[in-house]
């Protein structure tokens, strides 16, 4: 079985940081895309940002210039650097990975149980 856990989330001001860490564990031969994914109270969950095993990133537009996603491929787990917060960035945050267990079985997609961050004053 695969496991991912998340913590880092919290509450912050406007205008703060926080950085959110996504670990996996289990039964692992190979991790292909990261990314993280948030969900505000009525509304769909979304890609906030991705990166690939070689390290090629992509970010949704609201995030860009202000959250940074990387990985440590050692210790499969990725990150999200989230600078400049705004109210708006108030979701349930969760980790998304695409592993394949064993040499011979297809790739899956796992998810985290998600860490709320809330942005306030």
């Known amino acids: 079985q695969v496991q991912l856990v998340e913590s880092g989330g919290g509450l912050v001001q406007p205008g703060g940081s926080l950085r959110l860490s996504c670990t996996a564990s289990g039964s692992i031969f190979n991790i292909y895309a990261m990314g993280w994914y948030r969900q505000a109270p009525g509304k769909q969950r979304e890609l906030v940002a991705g990166i690939t095993s070689g390290g090629s990133t992509n970010y949704a537009d609201s995030v860009k210039g202000r959250f940074t996603i990387s990985r440590d491929n050692a210790k499969n787990t990725v990150y999200l650097q989230m600078n400049s917060m705004k109210p708006e960035d108030t979701a349930v945050y969760y980790c998304?990975?695409?592993?394949?267990?064993?040499?011979?079985?297809?790739?899956?997609?796992?998810w985290g149980q998600g860490t709320q961050v809330t942005v306030s004053s």
């Open positions: 998304n990975a695409v592993i394949r267990q064993t040499s011979t079985t297809l790739p899956y997609q796992y």
